[in-house]
């Protein structure tokens, strides 16, 4: 950990820690940072997004289970990132003393400062050095202030409420300063200039910075101008054999990038995963005709890997949605690949895929189906066009697949999980 700051965010339920986390992790530099969610409580960046609920309705709670403590623990052991950002559950519990032995410092938040001495001795207990004491107010409008920059920061943060971005905020802007200059004396730098030399490396940062997409050094893709990165690509592509994806970011854009590639005749596909640092080959998953565990209400079921994905799946007309679900009490591997089959579909259909997946997942799925016309949902925002036959497609979004129901779909899923695997207040 010598060249990383690997950060705890800590602090009691209902203290705004999940609006917390996605606002500090947006406004640091994306390229040198990763995020843990190191609790099951079925929480992502998506979280903050405007539709809340809808959000609510793909949320997933699991188990504090020793295996899921354990693949916690390996990835943030594993991340190669020098900024690592881990988000815990609220208890000062055995689980978060285990995870917090993989990390070297801390912020807490928390509603109170009883509530934030509890946090401050759990937290130099396991070694960890004390970066932020912030005490929450949820829900006012008063400002947010420091009141300590030395030795570390103590500070207020107003109104942390679902859906609001608060990149101007005083406390966070202080917070993200404070991670930097350390994330920089700890070799930041050199983690930049890794892997930018290889043969055939389809360095997305700078077709971010050529296209004007990168501000402060992140990258915000624009939907709208898709057919504009499908162009510059498509130059990219002409003539090649291999690709490796380097820091493509969003789902949709992952699955952009392969489509044209496949269109310029190149099956070897590789991205870059910034977990183990390595690139990793793209590849289609096995298909087979196969009968759904059970059908209700024309939703088919299928176990895809047993106690790990399964799919859900709705047809109607020329609609098709397929919604993955992962256990959250454990961690997808990307050798499990060699063990998923998948359901042949209507490929003619318009396909929709929804489903918290990691982006090598997502992207093997996606090249598995040849439908021309394909789609991926980014709760609270809608489904994003990634693949058609007509380039002034690319970017649309629409907010639920034509002919079907979104939310009583999600609500038929949710049920379904819920029932089958309960939850964790933690």
């Known amino acids: 950990m010598k060249n990383q700051i ?13 609006v917390f986390v996605t606002n500090l992790y947006k406004m640091l530099p994306q390229k040198y940072t990763a995020i843990v969610r190191a609790c099951p409580d079925g929480e992502g960046v998506f979280s903050n997004n405007q539709e809340q609920e809808q959000i609510l309705l ?14 916690v623990k390996e990835r943030i052991e594993n991340e190669t990132a020098p900024i690592v950002l ?5 208890l000062r519990s055995r689980e978060n003393e285990e995870i917090m032995e993989k990390c070297n410092a801390a912020v807490i938040l928390d509603k109170s400062e009883e509530d934030i001495e509890h946090w401050k001795r759990f937290c130099m207990k396991n070694n960890l050095d004390i970066l932020a004491e912030i005490k929450s107010k949820r829900g006012q409008e008063e400002k947010s202030y420091i009141s300590q920059f030395n030795p570390h920061i103590k500070a207020n943060i107003s109104n942390l409420e679902r859906g609001q971005d608060k990149f101007e905020d005083i406390t966070l802007l202080t917070l993200r300063k404070r991670i930097f200059d350390i994330a920089l004396q700890k070799g930041l730098e050199r ?7 290889e043969n055939d490396v389809l360095d997305m940062r700078k077709v971010a ?9 992140n990258i915000y893709w624009e939907e709208s101008r898709a057919n504009e990165i499908y162009s510059y690509l498509n130059g990219f ?5 291999n690709i490796k994806i380097f820091e493509a970011r969003a789902n949709w854009m992952v699955g952009l990038i392969t489509d044209i590639a496949q269109k310029n005749g190149i099956e070897n596909i590789e991205l870059y995963d910034a977990t183990s640092n390595k690139y990793f080959l793209n590849r289609r998953i096995k298909k087979e005709m196969k009968k759904p565990i059970s059908n209700t209400n024309g939703i088919e079921k299928y176990d895809i890997i047993k106690g790990k994905v399964r799919l859900y799946i709705k047809q109607k007309r020329d609609s098709i949605i397929m919604q993955f679900e992962l256990n959250p009490k454990t961690y997808l591997n990307k050798e499990d690949i060699e063990k998923m089959t998948l359901p042949d579909i ?11 997946l990691p982006l090598w997942l997502f992207d093997s799925i996606s090249r598995t189906y040849n439908n021309k ?13 990634y693949a058609s036959s007509d380039i002034n497609k690319l970017g649309k979004i629409q907010k639920e697949p034509e002919n079907i129901n979104l939310n009583e779909f999600l609500i038929s899923v949710k049920q379904d999980i819920d029932l089958a695997q309960g939850g964790d207040s933690r």
Do not use: A
Request: aromatic share 6%; charged share 40%; glycine share 12%.
């Open 86 to 90: 881990i988000d815990v559950g609220g």
């Open 373 to 385: 016309e394909k789609k991926v949902f980014q709760p609270g925002k809608g489904f994003i066009q």
């Open 6 to 18: 690997k950060v705890v965010i800590c602090g009691s339920p209902h203290s705004g820690k999940t």
């Open 237 to 241: 592509m002409k003539g090649r054999e």
């Open 191 to 197: 983690k930049g200039q890794e892997l930018l030399t």
């Open 346 to 356: 209507d490929e003619n259909n318009e396909l929709y895929i929804s489903g918290r």
């Open 58 to 71: 793909t949320k997933r709670k699991g188990k504090m289970s020793e295996e899921y403590i354990k693949c």
């Open 209 to 217: 910075k050529d296209l004007k997409m990168l501000r402060d050094d």
